[in-house]
């Protein structure tokens, strides 16, 4: 069973604070995903990145960078939050090409006030 | 327009065997059929993909249509820890770009 992992799970800031998201993935896979979701929304793709240096812009990228910094960390940056960013945050990875089956980390929830 | 439509619930009883099901008309010649599952507070969890006719693992079986324009995921003797909501998910499986989109799922209830 593939292994990712998320830091924080729980993370509350103000509005125009800054934050940031880590995912780790201990599988050696090349793809790295970051996810949000909202009641009403499922779950829609923020950035993604086939391996370290690379980013890939998903669904709704605005408001959000990522950085792959290796093959087993993405980051997900917030810098300037706002409330409409509350939401509940998966990163996943996938061993092959994009339509892959991918592994989903247990979730960051982000609380902006 | 949406790429998969699912029934929005379903119930069942514990030991039932369950049946869901997940229309695709406009499922491209490169597509695969995934479906995945998630439970209450966890990441969806992946739990199996085809292509054509019948696949089966240890958590459960996919039908699909011999015009796969129609799957059906079958879970037999469901229990209390199957509730979940299942997505259907139709993607190009060599495309790199290729992305997983969820749509609204089938929210399973199982009844003791």
């Known amino acids: 069973e593939a292994a990712v992992t998320q830091s924080p799970r729980n993370k509350v800031t103000v509005t125009g604070g800054n934050v940031t998201l880590s995912c780790r993935q201990t599988n050696s896979h090349n793809y790295m995903y970051w996810y949000r979701q909202d009641t009403g929304h499922g779950l829609r793709l923020i950035h993604y990145s086939y391996g370290a240096g690379n980013l890939q812009i998903g669904d709704v990228p605005d408001g959000y960078k990522a950085t792959r910094t290796t093959q087993e960390d993405f980051f997900l940056l917030l810098e300037l939050a706002s409330p409409s960013q509350t939401s509940l945050y998966f990163c996943?990875?996938?061993?092959?090409?994009?339509?892959?089956?991918?592994?989903f980390g247990p979730g960051t929830r982000l609380t902006v006030l | 327009l949406a790429k998969t439509t699912q029934p929005p619930s379903m119930e069942a009883y514990e030991g039932q065997e369950v049946n869901v099901s997940c229309s695709h008309t406009n499922i491209a010649t490169s597509e695969y059929i995934y479906w995945y599952r998630q439970v209450p507070h966890q990441g969806p969890q992946f739990i199996i993909q085809?292509?054509?006719d019948y696949v089966v693992n240890e958590v459960a079986s996919l039908f699909i249509s011999a015009d796969r324009k129609l799957s059906t995921l079958s879970l037999p003797w469901v229990s209390l820890r199957d509730a979940a909501v299942y997505y259907c998910i139709v993607t190009d499986r060599g495309n790199a770009g290729a992305k997983l989109t969820f749509g609204g799922g089938t929210r399973l209830t199982v009844r003791p």
């Open positions: 996943a990875s996938s061993p092959g090409t994009g339509g892959r089956e991918q592994y």
């Open positions: 085809g292509y054509k």
